[in-house]
């Protein structure tokens, strides 16, 4: 247990953002073989078909006007989690499908820290832990500990693939 907690306090540290750049990493954990590093908004751009730019953060106001926004999560969505000290960057993550009214798969890239940092994890959870039941705020898994995490980031909602065509919300 307490090797566990210490494991996700130093993944905690080192999970600061979805864009800086790495070189080769190792598979494990849930996470896909690649040889090269992946940041999150490029990945969550070509899963979803979202033609969004600008860090993971700055999504949810670019997406005003121009794509469907909610609360609630549909398959193909993107979960736009909200900027922090400790994603400096936010983060974005594919929903893969719902396993029930507080808990999603996603699939992501770039969430983990050391050795798998960069790399693409498919069917992770993503559990809602706020009060209203809005998923303003999540928990999210972390597979080096193999839990979720005891972190709850903040979550502005999901963007869904359908664009809009008209300007108002």
Not at 15 to 44: D, F, M, N
Not at 60 to 84: I, K
Request: charged content about 20%; hydrophobic content about 40%.
């Amino acid at each position: 247990m307490i090797l566990r907690l210490a494991l996700l306090a130093l993944s905690g540290a080192a999970l600061s953002a979805c864009g800086s750049t790495r070189g080769p990493i190792a598979a494990g954990y849930g996470y896909e073989a690649s040889a090269g590093y992946q940041s999150c908004v490029p990945y969550a751009r070509e899963r979803s078909g979202i033609e969004l730019r600008g860090d993971a953060w700055q999504w949810w106001e670019v997406a005003a006007g121009r794509y469907d926004r909610s609360v609630r999560p549909r398959p193909g969505a993107v979960l736009v989690l909200q900027r922090t000290s400790r994603l400096r960057d936010g983060h974005v993550a594919v929903v893969s499908r719902v396993v029930g009214p507080r808990e999603i798969r996603v699939d992501h890239a770039n969430w983990a820290s050391g050795g798998l940092k960069g790399r693409v994890a498919r069917d992770q959870p993503v559990i809602d832990v706020s009060a209203r039941n809005d998923w303003s705020e999540v928990r999210v898994w972390y597979p080096p500990a193999r839990v979720v995490g005891n972190t709850v980031f903040p979550a502005h909602g999901f963007i869904h693939p359908e664009r809009r065509w008209a300007s108002a919300e």
